[in-house]
């Protein structure tokens, strides 16, 4: 017999918090079919239809646990902009928040690092949006160094390795600060140092050192700015945007 819809997501949501729970305080072992269904009150193979095999069904839970903690970061993010919170500030409040999950759920988080299911991940990709859009406050307050798309893949980069790294130490050995450290080091990348200016370049004409810096950055500001200078048709826009890229990247 065919379960009604709405009986049918009931069913499914029930397995996935079990299972769910028992990732988290049992490890991946202890997900076993037999024990979920036990658990969840249901048969075997009610399993097999709504999740595939077991490997469908932990992807289940990193998927609905991801897409929990990606909505909790979605309200940090918000109120940030909203209260005009400083951006490099709420980019460490992100990344202390992506550090603490990963270190909260390990078996959870070395399954959502697996990048073709992150690839598959639509909880995945809403979380990285998110990092795009602290990256992007950054970049609208003058302070990003690098062009947004490579600020963004070297903070994400930087976090799953972090977290890997950490969790690779048996646990009594782990020491989180390495996160700290870490996030010291990329910032310390992507971020214009604090003695670089636009009036560097007026003071070293040949664009070279700081004057440089000071013009990458200025480009990339205004890229982070060019969608919204609506004084500039569409295709203006897009050259704009083409040109600032260039000099970003260079």
Do not use: C
Request: zero cysteines; a negative charge; charged letters at 30%.
């Amino acid at each position: 017999m065919i379960e009604p819809g709405s009986q049918r997501d009931e069913t499914r949501s029930r397995i996935v918090e079990v299972a769910g729970t028992m990732l988290r305080e049992g490890g991946a072992a202890a997900v076993t079919t037999r024990a979920v269904a036990d658990g969840a009150g249901v048969q075997a193979p009610t399993i097999y239809r709504l999740f595939g095999d077991k490997d469908g069904l932990l992807e289940a839970v990193a998927e609905h646990a991801m897409a929990r903690f990606s909505a909790t970061k979605a309200d940090a993010v918000r109120a940030a902009r909203d209260e005009a919170t400083d951006p490099v500030e709420d980019l460490r409040t992100g990344w202390s928040m992506t550090i603490g999950f990963g270190l909260a759920n390990p078996d959870l988080f070395v399954l959502l690092s697996d990048p073709e299911r992150g690839r598959r991940s639509a909880a995945a990709r809403a979380g990285t949006a998110l990092l795009a859009e602290r990256i992007r406050r950054v970049a609208e307050a003058g302070r990003l160094a690098v062009p947004e798309r490579r600020a963004v893949e070297l903070v994400h980069a930087a976090g799953t390795g972090a977290v890997l790294a950490i969790l690779a130490a048996p646990a009594d050995e782990r020491d989180p600060s390495l996160a700290d450290d870490v996030l010291e080091a990329v910032l310390g990348r992507i971020l214009v140092s604090s003695g670089s200016t636009t009036d560097d370049f007026d003071a070293d004409p040949g664009g070279q050192g700081r004057g440089r810096d000071a013009v990458t950055s200025a480009a990339i500001t205004l890229r982070a700015a060019a969608p919204r200078l609506d004084r500039l048709s569409t295709a203006e826009r897009t050259m704009l945007a083409e040109w600032l890229d260039r000099i970003a990247a260079d």
